[in-house]
């Protein structure tokens, strides 16, 4: 009975991971981001902030703040739309702007070591696969490419971080856990309201309410494509 369980558990875990990321290359190249120019945009807000990894310790001491937690990583957030594809925008019955976003956006939450190399911690990608479904998935630099990863749960990690400042750090952690990005994205999206179900559920700055996208990334986007990235409808 309590194997049984166990499997069910299993399988359920699988289909639910099946279906965050189902959609999504199982692999990118090394020079996937520099390939394909993301646009860097600004957040707009000071909090809620996304977590780095789950029970950080520095040489044996737990790191909580995020300012702390900065000395050790970085990060960056982009987003890219395939080629002469823009974002549609309306407004919906009480005036709030809301985008639909084509199929095959990507948006990335890339995070780094602070070591000389930037060496990548990992990548978090969200895409729009299909009409009404961002899938959600974390990418680990793994022999000479990006992976996409499927672990249960919390995945812990042990290494040692040459720190540009030249001292060495030991770093314990746990990769925060592929099920909960889509939940956490339906509490802190800034625009809860563009999203029609959970499923549908994506950016939580790559939104009409970050004026940041709005005026910075699309002057970016122009200047790079040549044409506007929103179309008014
Ligand atoms: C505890 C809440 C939380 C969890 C869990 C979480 N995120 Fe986020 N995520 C955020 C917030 C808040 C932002 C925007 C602020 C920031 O960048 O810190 C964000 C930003 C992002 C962005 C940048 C684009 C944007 O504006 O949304 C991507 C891509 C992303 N997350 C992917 C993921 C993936 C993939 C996972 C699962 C492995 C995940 N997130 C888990 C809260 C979360």
Redesign the pocket.
């Known amino acids: 009975m309590r194997l049984l369980a166990i499997l069910c558990f299993a399988l359920f875990s699988q289909l639910v991971e099946a279906q965050?990321s189902e959609g999504m290359s199982k692999t990118l190249p090394a020079d996937h981001l520099e390939k394909n120019h993301y646009l860097e945009?600004e957040?707009f807000?000071d909090?809620?902030?996304?977590?780095i990894a789950a029970a950080i310790k520095i040489d044996g001491q737990p790191v909580r703040s995020i300012q702390e937690i900065f000395r050790y990583f970085s990060?960056i957030?982009?987003?890219w739309l395939p080629e002469g594809k823009t974002i549609k925008s309306k407004t919906d019955s009480e005036g709030r702007e809301v985008w639909n976003y084509p199929i095959g956006t990507?948006?990335?939450?890339f995070l780094t070591l602070n070591d000389k190399e930037k060496t990548p911690f990992?990548l978090?990608?969200?895409e729009r696969v299909e009409e009404g479904r961002w899938a959600?998935?974390?990418y680990h630099l793994k022999e000479g490419e990006y992976k996409l990863q499927n672990y249960n749960g919390l995945l812990q990690k042990e290494f040692e971080l040459n720190h540009e400042n030249g001292k060495v750090y030991n770093v314990s952690l746990k990769?925060?856990?592929?099920?909960?990005?889509?939940?956490?994205?339906s509490?802190?999206?800034?625009a809860p309201y563009q999203y029609s179900s959970r499923q549908d559920v994506?950016?939580?700055?790559?939104?009409p309410a970050?004026p940041k996208v709005k005026n910075d990334w699309v002057k970016k986007f122009l200047d790079e494509r040549g044409y506007h990235p929103i179309q008014k409808l």
């Open positions: 965050i945009f957040n807000r909090s809620p902030r996304a977590p990060e957030v982009g987003a990507r948006v990335i939450h990992e978090r990608m969200m959600f998935g974390v990769h925060i856990p592929l099920q909960v990005c889509q939940n956490c994205h509490n802190t999206t800034s994506g950016p939580c700055e790559f939104t970050n």
